[in-house]
């Protein structure tokens, strides 16, 4: 029942045909395979895998929803964060404006005080040196008249020495004796 190839005029080769095996009369190799594949899935059927795999599918589900739902929080509570931050955030730029401003008004407020106070101080140190230099004056002028009224005491005493002798003194006492007596 084998047949051979054979060569032609031509040169090419005729393939040659063997028989299929066959297995109780009529079961081919393709129908053998189709008939496993049947029993596979009616066993399957049967022990209720889609069932399961179903179910594994539907719990993988449910686990990853809730992983959405937890990150869908998540994202909401971070989205609060962001928005109470930002506020906050918002708060202390006008703080800090606040606090720059009312700093601001306090440093005018204390140079225009420390100015207020130098020129007081100024003016004090002033009357302070003018009542110094008026009392240096009335110094000089009293040391002047004390020292002019010595001078003329001295020069009296030698013009009265000079010109009066013992008689003299003695006619002054005299005569001053009796103003007081009399």
Do not use: C
């Amino acid at each position: 029942m084998a047949e051979q190839t054979h060569a032609t005029t031509t040169g090419t080769e005729v393939p040659s045909h063997e028989a299929e095996p066959v297995a109780f009369g009529f079961l081919t190799a393709p129908m053998a395979i189709s008939l496993a594949m049947i029993v596979v899935i009616a066993v399957m059927i049967w022990k209720k895998v889609p069932g399961a795999i179903a179910g594994a599918l539907d719990s993988k589900i449910a686990l990853i929803r809730e992983q959405l739902q937890e990150a869908e929080n998540l994202r909401k509570e971070a989205e609060a964060l962001k928005a109470e931050y930002e506020a906050k955030s918002a708060s202390a730029d006008k703080d800090r404006e606040a606090l720059l401003e009312r700093a601001k008004h306090e440093a005018e407020e204390i140079v225009a005080k420390a100015k207020t106070d130098a020129e007081a101080l100024i003016d004090r140190r002033t009357r302070m040196a003018e009542d110094k230099i008026a009392a240096e004056e009335r110094s000089a002028v009293e040391q002047l008249r004390s020292s002019a009224a010595e001078a003329a005491a001295r020069a009296a005493a030698k013009l009265i020495a000079q010109s009066h002798d013992a008689g003299s003194d003695a006619r002054l006492v005299d005569d001053a004796i009796k103003q007081i007596a009399g």
